[in-house]
């Protein structure tokens, strides 16, 4: 069965840098899309960037566009989200996901068929 599971958050100053991992299990990274999604506190999740072995790399959210970047390592089976500059609004649990149909990217949360469980990203002074 297709799991994933998210590592890399914690809790770092405005302006530093993070780099999130999402390894998968039970199936193979190299054609699978993989979208990353954050959900702020009392907030809705919202789909940040998705890579696919179709479509390369799609970044829905563009107040992080330019800060954040996406990367894959198949040979680890693992998804990267490298963040720069964060910022407090930044602050956020982080998901990673695979939509229905495995292979298509898309940045609605209603779309994914598989979840980690989350890490959390704290930025604060």
């Known amino acids: 069965q297709l799991q994933l599971v998210e590592s890399g958050g914690g809790s770092v100053q405005p302006g530093g840098s993070l780099r999130l991992s999402c390894t998968v299990s039970g199936f193979n990274l190299d054609t699978l899309a993989i979208g990353w999604f954050r959900q702020a506190p009392e907030k809705g999740r919202a789909g940040l960037s998705c890579n696919s072995y179709i479509g390369g790399t799609t970044n829905y959210l563009t107040s992080v566009t330019g800060r954040f970047t996406i990367s894959r390592d198949n040979a680890k089976n693992t998804m990267y989200l490298q963040m720069n500059n964060l910022k407090p609004e930044d602050t956020a649990v982080y998901y990673c996901?695979?939509?229905?149909?495995?292979?298509?990217?898309?940045?609605?949360?209603?779309?994914?068929?598989?979840w980690g469980k989350g890490t959390l990203v704290t930025v604060s002074s």
């Open positions: 996901a695979v939509p229905n149909g495995y292979y298509y990217c898309s940045p609605r949360a209603g779309d994914m068929a598989y």
